[in-house]
């Protein structure tokens, strides 16, 4: 009988010429590489960009799912609901960006005469703060301003009913006082909560500096004759926004309410009104917010991955990884090669 021949490997083991079998892969090698894919994913130029692009992302969709409303943000533009000339946290400054949630109108929006009598308050004073469509045009800039009193207006009346106005006090030393017309030096009663008002509304005692806000009804019922609200920024006294025959809008009608101020991310929208020429319209106070967020981030950004590469680098060194030394995660007591037994010479 022919023998099969054979030869002796390098280390003078006898092997058969009918090949030899592929090493089996070590234990805990696929992990390992695994490991290494993300280690350079990691160390790539690439990661902190993607993360960033992800988060913005996420926020952008978690936005428009809580506002109903595309875009989920509105930068305010003018100190208009300032309450002064620098920013005080928690009410609306110049710069920064709100958040316009699509309510039913009007019965999802509070004014400021309704949170009088309930004690609702938003950034800072009684009621809503809508974001509106100034006499309903919709490639204008949207206006970010309170919602003071809802108007009903009477067409056989020629002029407008204050329902809302029936919960407060009236009259000197209360909250409102009518003027001239059948309720004169009278009060709108509970149980006539819709009747005729003609003449002039004095708000007394609005807003942070308590001003008195006196809405002509009878210059409204030519400019506006139909019903919504009346609108005031909390910096702009007691000039009401349907004043001076619209001066910036008429009485705003429900369409034309693109949503309520329901959230706000303050600081970073003074970075588009830089871009933009209008920098100087943003507090002096709110830059230097936004600086040391910026500052906290940036360090959070850069220190964060390179204290996790450094921690898991270490890790690696103590497991006997990355030393560039295959022998060192080899079982000492495992042989190169075992002898195959061919069951002869």
Known sequence: ????????????????????????????????????RREKWYRSGWFEPVLALLIILVLLLGAYGYTQNWPPLVVVESGSMQHGTQD???LINAGDIVLPQRVPVPSGVTTYVQGEQTGYTSYGEYGNVILYYPNGNTAATPVVHRALLWLNYLPSEGTFA???????????GGQYVLEEGPLGSSCVSPNNPNAAITGSIELLGVGWESVNVTID????????????????????????????????????QAPWVWGVARGMIPWFGALKLLVEG???????????????????????????????RRRRGGRGTADGEGTGDPRATADPETPRSTRKDRGGP
């Open 217 to 252: 009804l009878g210059n409204l019922a030519q400019e506006s004759p139909w019903s919504g609200y009346i609108t005031l920024g909390d910096n702009n006294g007691a000039t009401y926004d349907q004043s001076g025959g619209c001066i910036i809008s008429c009485i705003v």
């Open 88 to 90: 005080i946290p928690g």
């Open 1 to 36: 009988m022919r023998r099969k021949a054979s030869a002796l490997d390098s280390e003078g083991e006898e092997t058969t010429g009918e090949g030899t079998a592929d090493p089996e892969p070590e234990e805990g090698a696929s992990p390992r590489r695994g490991r290494e």
């Open 162 to 172: 204050a329902p809302s106005l029936a919960g407060l006090t009236c009259g000197p």
């Open 278 to 308: 209008y920098g100087y319209r943003v507090p002096s106070l709110s830059w230097v917010y936004m600086g040391v967020v910026i500052l906290a981030l940036g360090v959070t950004l850069t220190v964060g991955p390179w204290l996790y």
